[in-house]
């Protein structure tokens, strides 16, 4: 009985001290009370292979109905013609698409780690599963911004069975309009990991890549997009035999039961996000752009200073000059401030372990209701720790203890009473 209670004082004890940091985790964020409240159920016991409708287990006629309910809303969020939920992450997704659309030994264009790149998308990861003819795009002098003349002449000449777009620091759009034409001459299918972007995407506020004519698009539900943690595969559903291909990969590709006890907080984060993610994603890019500027204001590097530092939830920071992004993110973390280490654009990936960056977050910070002004104090105190001017902690905790409620969110009032089969 002492090993349990020790779990659960230790559990209390993450929970106590997370809030009350900044946290500044770019893939990382918070669910509402509403979406909390569905978690908790039967769910938790049950398996439901396969499509509604057409599954290898009986009793599954509930979630059948869940299931369902939740595709049509993420269809409509993302103007997508065919969608699948049923994958339990982004990288998950990202391996069912590989698995399906890159044959083995294939041509593939992908970002490198050093340019923002996922890791899913390196020869160390998913993509290394099928190819290692992966060719980096190409960039621009800033080594972040793709060199779009550059890109389509390597399309033109490689003729990849598939191109990678979207990063794990991913501070701007894609050229996904600029590169369409020459993928659709050369065979070649455009792939948009929207991971980090994806609830700026379904709020309207960052690019819409189904839209200007990427074929297949995945992401994260539980980073901009403010769900739990599971994935998303979405295209066009202009091409039955992709879809087709894509929802073999899903399954048996890469997944059979889908961790059925978190789809409907998916659903109630979806809906959430067609309520109120045109106001969120727009604050969380308001709030990027300010806490970049009063970085900047305060004497700190933030990346791309020339394109305006971001127009997405991530700030990448120099601190170079301050011992570099691993000390300067444990130096943080003592603080009480929670964001991590990351290759800025244009550096080795050999220095992928002792980098000059951090990489900053602010969507969840966003959802607890912070603003520009609060951005502004968020960049006083990371100057003051990351210089070690003064230790900031009681100030952290003043300013997170007053942003104690999640924003932008249902509360579980209005999920409806319980029915009486469930109370």
Same mark, same amino acid.
């Given at each position: 009985m002492?090993?349990?209670?020790?779990?659960?004082?230790?559990?209390?004890?993450?929970?106590? /001290?997370?809030?009350?940091?900044?946290?500044?985790?770019?893939? $990382?964020?918070?669910?509402? *009370?509403?979406a909390?409240?569905?978690?908790?159920?039967?769910?938790?016991?049950?398996?439901?292979?396969?499509?509604?409708?057409?599954?290898?287990? $009986?009793?599954?006629?509930?979630?059948? %109905?869940?299931?369902?309910?939740? $595709?049509?809303?993420?269809?409509?969020?993302?103007?997508?013609? /065919?969608a699948?939920v049923?994958?339990?992450?982004?990288?998950?997704?990202?391996?069912?698409?590989?698995?399906?659309? =890159?044959?083995?030994?294939?041509? =593939?264009? *992908? %970002?490198?780690?050093?340019?923002?790149?996922?890791?899913?998308?390196?020869?160390?990861?998913?993509?290394?599963?099928?190819?290692?003819?992966?060719?980096? /795009?190409?960039?621009?002098?800033?080594?972040y911004?793709?060199?779009?003349?550059?890109?389509?002449?390597?399309?033109?000449?490689?003729?990849?069975?598939?191109?990678?777009?979207?990063r794990?620091?991913?501070?701007?759009?894609?050229?996904?309009?600029?590169?369409?034409?020459?993928?659709?001459?050369?065979?070649?299918?455009?792939?948009?990991d929207?991971?980090?972007?994806?609830?700026?995407?379904?709020?309207?506020?960052? @690019?819409?890549?189904?839209?200007?004519?990427?074929?297949?698009?995945?992401?994260?539900?539980?980073?901009?997009?403010?769900?739990?943690?599971?994935?998303?595969v979405? *295209?066009?559903?202009?091409?039955?035999d992709?879809?087709?291909?894509?929802?073999?990969?899903?399954?048996?590709?890469?997944?059979? &039961?889908? %961790?059925?006890?978190?789809?409907?907080?998916?659903? =109630?984060?979806?809906?959430?996000?067609?309520?109120?993610?045109?106001?969120?994603?727009?604050?969380?890019?308001? &709030?990027?752009?300010?806490?970049?500027?009063?970085?900047?204001?305060?004497?700190?590097?933030?990346?791309?200073?020339? @394109?305006?530092?971001?127009?997405?939830?991530?700030?990448?920071?120099?601190?170079?000059?301050?011992?570099?992004?691993?000390?300067?993110?444990?130096?943080?973390?003592?603080?009480?401030?929670?964001?991590?280490?990351?290759?800025?654009?244009?550096?080795?990936?050999?220095?992928?372990?002792?980098?000059?960056?951090?990489?900053?977050?602010?969507? $969840?910070?966003?959802?607890?209701?912070?603003?520009?002004?609060?951005?502004?104090?968020?960049?006083?105190?990371? %100057?003051?720790?990351?210089?070690?001017?003064?230790?900031?902690?009681?100030?952290?905790?003043?300013?997170?203890?007053?942003?104690?409620? =999640?924003?932008?969110?249902?509360?579980?009032?209005?999920?409806?009473?319980?029915?009486?089969?469930?109370?």
């Amino acid at each position: 009985m002492e090993r349990l209670a020790g779990i659960r004082s230790t559990l209390d004890a993450h929970d106590r /001290w997370r809030a009350s940091t900044l946290n500044l985790i770019a893939s $990382e964020n918070v669910l509402s *009370s509403a979406a909390r409240s569905v978690l908790d159920s039967d769910l938790l016991h049950r398996y439901a292979e396969g499509h509604p409708g057409g599954r290898y287990y $009986e009793g599954t006629q509930f979630v059948d %109905h869940i299931e369902s309910e939740t $595709e049509k809303v993420v269809r409509d969020l993302f103007g997508a013609g /065919w969608a699948d939920v049923r994958p339990i992450s982004g990288t998950v997704a990202n391996e069912a698409v590989f698995s399906r659309l =890159v044959p083995h030994g294939a041509a =593939v264009v *992908s %970002h490198t780690i050093a340019a923002g790149g996922h890791i899913s998308h390196a020869r160390i990861g998913s993509l290394g599963k099928r190819t290692r003819q992966i060719h980096p /795009w190409p960039t621009q002098a800033d080594g972040y911004t793709i060199d779009v003349a550059a890109a389509r002449d390597l399309i033109a000449r490689e003729k990849p069975a598939l191109v990678v777009l979207g990063r794990s620091l991913i501070l701007f759009p894609e050229p996904v309009r600029e590169l369409v034409d020459v993928c659709r001459e050369n065979g070649t299918l455009m792939f948009y990991d929207g991971a980090h972007v994806l609830g700026l995407i379904a709020g309207g506020e960052f @690019q819409r890549p189904l839209e200007e004519g990427a074929d297949v698009l995945c992401g994260s539900t539980h980073k901009t997009f403010f769900g739990p943690q599971r994935g998303v595969v979405l *295209s066009r559903g202009v091409d039955g035999d992709l879809d087709g291909s894509l929802d073999k990969g899903v399954f048996p590709g890469s997944s059979s &039961n889908h %961790h059925l006890f978190s789809l409907p907080a998916l659903y =109630v984060a979806a809906v959430e996000m067609q309520t109120f993610g045109s106001d969120y994603a727009r604050a969380t890019i308001s &709030n990027a752009r300010a806490l970049a500027e009063a970085l900047a204001r305060r004497g700190l590097h933030p990346a791309l200073a020339d @394109q305006g530092y971001t127009s997405s939830h991530q700030v990448a920071l120099d601190v170079g000059d301050h011992g570099g992004g691993y000390e300067v993110g444990k130096r943080l973390c003592e603080q009480d401030i929670v964001c991590n280490m990351n290759l800025l654009p244009g550096e080795p990936s050999k220095n992928a372990m002792r980098p000059r960056g951090v990489r900053l977050g602010v969507q $969840e910070m966003t959802r607890f209701g912070m603003g520009p002004d609060e951005m502004d104090a968020i960049g006083d105190l990371l %100057h003051a720790a990351i210089t070690k001017a003064r230790d900031v902690r009681d100030e952290v905790h003043a300013l997170r203890d007053r942003f104690p409620e =999640v924003r932008y969110g249902f509360s579980p009032a209005d999920l409806g009473a319980p029915s009486p089969a469930s109370a």
